[in-house]
């Protein structure tokens, strides 16, 4: 076997074995039917785990076994793959680049407003469905009673200077 397929058969096993966590990951929070704040990513995350772990196997196999169309495929199968990957990243930071921050005089943080935000991120916070699980979310979450510990009166908070958005 040629050294150029040897490192591409490495490189591919590895990839292999990165994608089995990304599946148990997947299935363990898709295992999590109570926690809602994780609803959107559960599949996703699976199926990314599932389409690396083809990809991997098809480019161990071929660089393995010098078989040129499963390399072919394989590198076909990786570009559409990278570019996916690409696009989404590119769209989160799109749909979440206008932070809605908005300065509030005399005090130390910004306030967040929904319609600072994309259009495309306020209708889906506001579709009365997606609503009731980020509200559903947010009220199990710990942030509430973790701010009643840490400051003892809203003046300490408001004075705060270390409030990170989500306070």
Known sequence: MAVSNNITAALN???????????????????????ECVRLIRWPLIILGVLILLVSLAGFVGAFWRLQCLLALHLLCMLILILLLLFFTIF??????????????GRQYQEFRLSGFSGWLRNYVTNSGNWAQI?????????????????????QFFASSDISPLQ
């Open 13 to 35: 096993f590895v990839a292999l074995l990165c994608s089995v966590p990304i599946i148990g990951a997947g299935i363990w929070l898709a295992s999590k039917p109570d926690n």
């Open 92 to 105: 989160a930071f799109v749909v979440t680049s206008p932070n809605g921050a908005v300065s509030v005089p």
């Open 135 to 155: 509200r559903t979310c947010l009220s199990s979450s710990d942030v509430c009673p973790s701010l009643a510990r840490e400051y003892s009166s809203p003046d």
